[in-house]
């Protein structure tokens, strides 16, 4: 493995004609928006690139891969990998390719290398970034279609440029999206200001069943193994509800108490800066950071669960 410089790399894409870009699986704005991004700008500097198709890409992400995709990589096609941090991170269509990657371009700080050449740059937020960086050295200029898509990774990887990573690079790439056309608004309006009926379902469940501690400063909900088949939702419904209760006015802390079917119970404990999560998930042999941690119980019903998780918050 080489690690190249952002010139490097522009460099070697320049000295390249045919070009299959492929993404990760769980597929995010970020990986998605960065390969259309990659795609297009080759495209428009005469080169000849697809990102290779993956069924697993969000709906809601899916017009930013229009008329760019194909289905597999053909016999002497450049492989580039954007924002994947290990092979085995690499989206199920394309896994098949994870030794012939030749460029892999990502900003995870911990990674396994599993590409010829690579250009990591940590301190970008998104991996769109760095693409946008690239496009400019290659001499190709940003167009309506590409901010579209380099707002969709930089503003789902920084939470819409609310979480701790982002940085003026992340807004000035924000910015020239808009100055080329981005459809900023309604972009932001369906990643960030749309809730689906599911995740209402779920949310209200959890106030209703949720157990209040110290005036409401501490959240504790369990939430049954069948809860998701309950409500008819979906698992993405299911995604960040101790994040959910956390974010309720007066909360400084909050937790769920996760039980699956085989009966492992998951806690996902969160906190406002103050308070910490990762001690009180340590006394469950769990960690992680202050503002978010994790631990499990094993052969403990839920309700033994959600109490000993209680007795170990805090007295605030
Ligand atoms: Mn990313």
């Not at 012939?100 to 690579?118: C, M, N, W």
């Not at 056309?181 to 960030?192: K, N, R, T, V, Y």
């Not at 069948?226 to 959910?244: A, H, P, V, W």
């Not at 769990?286 to 209680?310: F, Q, R």
Request: aromatic share 6%; proline share 3%; hydrophobic share 40%.
């Amino acid at each position: 493995m080489t690690t190249l410089t952002k010139e490097q790399t522009s460099e070697f894409l320049s000295g390249h004609n045919h070009f299959s870009i492929i993404t990760h699986c769980g597929p995010d704005g970020d990986t998605v928006g960065s390969a259309a991004a990659l795609c297009l700008g080759l495209r428009q500097i005469g080169k000849t690139a697809h990102v290779l198709e993956n069924p697993q890409v969000p709906e809601k992400y899916r017009y930013l891969l229009e008329n760019l995709t194909k289905p597999d990589a053909q016999p002497g096609d450049t492989i580039v990998s954007v924002d994947v941090a290990a092979a085995q991170m690499l989206s199920e269509a394309s896994r098949h390719l994870e030794n012939q990657v030749d460029l892999r371009i990502d900003h995870h700080g911990s990674a396994t290398p599993f590409a010829k050449y690579e250009l990591v740059d940590s301190t970008a937020a998104a991996c769109g970034e760095i693409v946008y960086d690239l496009i400019t050295l290659l001499g190709a200029t940003l167009d309506k279609n590409m901010a579209n898509a380099l707002y969709t990774a930089v503003s789902t990887d920084t939470g819409c440029f609310r979480y701790a990573n982002t940085t003026g690079r992340s807004f000035a790439l924000a910015a020239k999206c808009a100055d080329a056309s981005g459809d900023i608004m309604p972009i932001a309006q369906e990643l960030f200001d749309t809730v689906t009926m599911g995740k209402l379902r779920v949310q209200s469940w959890i106030l209703e069943h949720m157990h209040s501690l110290c005036d409401g400063k501490i959240l504790v909900c369990g939430i049954p193994a069948d809860l998701q088949e309950q409500l008819g939702i979906t698992e993405e419904d299911m995604g960040n509800l101790s994040g959910f209760l956390r974010s309720i006015e007066g909360v400084k802390m909050a937790a769920t108490v996760k039980q699956d079917k085989e009966g492992h119970t998951g806690f996902s404990v969160r906190a406002v800066p103050g308070y910490n999560a990762a001690a009180v998930c340590e006394k469950f042999g769990g960690g992680g950071h202050k503002g978010a941690a994790g631990a499990s119980m094993e052969n403990v019903t839920l309700d033994d669960a959600v109490a000993a998780l209680i007795a170990a918050m805090p007295e605030i």
